[in-house]
């Protein structure tokens, strides 16, 4: 089956005491829009982010989540998780987000994205979600979306195909990141051969090997 964007969403500003940034102000809470929206370099046109210091740049220019994750997480939790509920930009169907390679670039509309490391759960995202221990349940699921670099700006819409177009032969995937970052310490080397892996990610994986000898 074709994969394919299931919705695309964009962050409305949210005033919590649980927000991000020192202004209270978050936009993890993420909502559907009904056409194609422009992504460039530093982020999608209209999307609001609150704490710039950890969210956005061009690194983490888009988040992709998986709509057959979410419905694990709303069976999990008994209540509906709808498109946008994990701050995600675009919510995919039938896309190995966590099977993803480090590297592999996805065509969507007329856009060409490149896979570049997993997110890692916050307090803002257990606040938001009124879930105190979700860092610790989210960490132990490890299926935690995709963080993606823009290399050719354009539209993506809801629906649009999402084809993969170029995978590295080194087959470093975002669950592999996430789990030897956060659960399985013994998988850090393997990150290296990831060249595609920001550059602060792969100083931070340096740094740890070098502490453990």
């Not at 509920?85 to 995919?92: A, R, Y």
């Not at 509309?109 to 938001?128: E, I, N």
């Amino acid at each position: 089956m074709t994969g394919r964007v299931a919705a695309v969403n964009l962050g409305v500003v949210t005033e919590a005491d649980w927000a991000g940034d020192a202004s209270g102000r978050s936009g993890i809470d993420k909502r559907p829009v009904d056409g194609p929206v422009l992504v460039r370099v530093d982020g999608v046109v209209g999307d609001f982010i609150g704490e710039r210091a950890h969210h956005g740049g061009p690194d983490q220019a888009v988040y992709a989540y998986a709509e057959e994750d979410a419905a694990w997480w709303a069976a999990e939790l008994g209540r509906a998780v709808r498109p946008g509920g994990f701050g995600e930009n675009l919510t995919t169907y039938a896309v190995d987000v966590t099977g993803a390679v480090i590297g592999e670039q996805w065509q969507i509309g007329s856009a060409l994205l490149q896979v570049t490391k997993p997110r890692t759960p916050c307090t803002t995202f257990a606040g938001f979600w009124g879930v105190p221990d979700l860092i610790k349940r989210f960490t132990a699921r490890a299926l935690p979306g995709a963080y993606l670099r823009v290399l050719r700006e354009g539209e993506i819409g809801p629906g649009d195909p999402v084809e993969v177009v170029e995978r590295p032969a080194h087959g470093v995937t975002i669950g592999e990141v996430f789990r030897a970052t956060s659960l399985e310490p013994e998988l850090l080397p393997r990150l290296l051969d990831a060249e595609d892996l920001p550059a602060a990610l792969r100083e931070k994986v340096r740094r740890r090997l070098a502490s453990r000898g």
